[in-house]
């Protein structure tokens, strides 16, 4: 059985909000097996993404993920975070080194705070308080220092602690599975959620790739540029992420993480054509 799961990040204006509702509610109908929330750049949403976990947890029933991170704050005060996770009844954490505050180029740990995730993983998994999900870079990470970097730090935060890892998205299912092969070779056994990001916008998804390493390849370059000159965007894009996730689910995948960026329109339109949940739409027709 094919599952899922849904990434949101928390909103920071009224308007925002309110987007935020309409994507949980738009898509809580499709079972998720989890959905997660996530930390801004350099810790900016902390209180926020609490925020936005405890209500989701509280409100919706769903299974919740709170993203923790590394950045800006002391072991003591991260593992506090953590803390008030577990008596909210949130145990799921998804543990990540996290992106460097704006305007910084290069992780640079607090003096007092944690110097790696694989070092969270560790923390977090000695209280025995938390399911611990992990990051995972099919493509190299901007900081990857050789091809195999990749493999090793995941391997580290699996042996840490986690048990299963999301990658960051990809834009070809080869991608996916060659990764996959280089980490059972390794001996990784946890598994490995690909992850997915319905192209939104063709201009803003060129920049979240750029920034965090996802190759892109240029026959969706030239697709987008033609689709955009014919106003057919939002078909590509349907049909460019249904092919990836079919393909995937083909390979062996049995579970596909989406990134929404809290717009449920591509995914909910994929998660149906897959025929993952039956569309309510057509069943009133029917």
Known sequence: MTTTSYEFFPPRSLDASFRLWDTVNALRHTEPEFVSVTYGAGGTTRQLTHEAVETINRRTGLSVAAHLTCVDASR???????????????????????????????????????????????????????????????????????????????????????????????????????????????????????????????????????????KVPNRLVSAFQKAERDDRSTLLATVECTDLCSKLLEGGAEHLHFYTLNNPTLTRDVVHALGLVPDPALEKVA
């Open 76 to 214: 003591g005060e991260t593992l506090d975070i953590a803390a008030r996770y577990a008596d909210a009844g949130v145990s799921h954490l998804v543990a990540l080194r996290g992106d460097p505050p704006a305007g910084a180029t290069n992780f640079t740990p607090h003096k007092d705070g944690f110097a790696s995730s694989v070092e969270l993983v560790e923390a977090l998994a000695k209280t025995g308080n938390f399911d611990i999900t992990v990051g995972a870079y099919p493509d190299p990470h901007p900081a990857a220092t050789n091809d195999d970097a990749d493999i090793t730090w995941l391997k580290r935060k699996i042996d840490a602690g986690a048990t299963r890892a999301i990658t960051q998205f990809f834009f070809e299912a080869d991608t996916f599975f060659r990764f996959r092969d280089r980490a059972v070779k390794a001996g990784i056994t946890a598994p490995i959620l690909p992850g997915i990001l319905p192209i939104q916008s063709w201009s803003g998804t060129q920049k979240i790739a750029k920034r965090c390493g996802a």
